[in-house]
């Protein structure tokens, strides 16, 4: 199982950047997507995540919602994030995880069911 997540890098603040997660060794049919990102300094925290086995549900932290959508590609195993409206407290480097479900604690989206696997993240950078 692995996860690869690319589209980084460098927008002015107003931009647009769409990130994909590509996944191999499963499908969306198996795991749930999760966006997360980590800035410097501070904690990682999650976006966004696509669960097709929940009906295809989204979810969005209040930080982005209006801003980032995802979209799923089946065929080519990629999830995308369209992230619109960038702010310089975007950037991040952004990874993309799976896991069994999204499961949201108070406004927080976590990944620590024990089955989790994360890829590789990539970096954004939004200028001011």
């Known amino acids: 199982v692995q996860l690869q997540a690319s589209g980084g890098g460098f927008v002015q603040t107003g931009g647009s950047l769409r990130l994909s997660c590509t996944v191999f060794?499963?499908?969306?049919?198996?795991?749930?997507i999760g966006w997360f990102r980590q800035a410097p300094g501070r904690e990682r925290e999650g976006v966004s995540c696509f669960s097709k086995p929940d009906g295809s549900l989204q979810w969005h932290a209040a930080s982005v919602k209006g801003r980032f959508t995802v979209a799923s590609d089946n065929a080519r195993n990629t999830l995308y994030l369209q992230m619109s409206d960038l702010k310089p407290e975007d950037t991040a480097v952004y990874y993309c995880?799976?896991?069994?479900?999204?499961?949201?604690?108070?406004?927080?989206?976590?990944?620590?069911?024990?089955?989790?696997?994360w890829g590789k993240g990539t970096l954004v950078t939004v200028s001011s």
């Open positions: 995880a799976a896991d069994l479900d999204c499961t949201v604690v108070d406004g927080q989206l976590e990944f620590e069911s024990g089955m989790e696997f």
């Open positions: 060794g499963f499908t969306f049919d198996d795991y749930a």
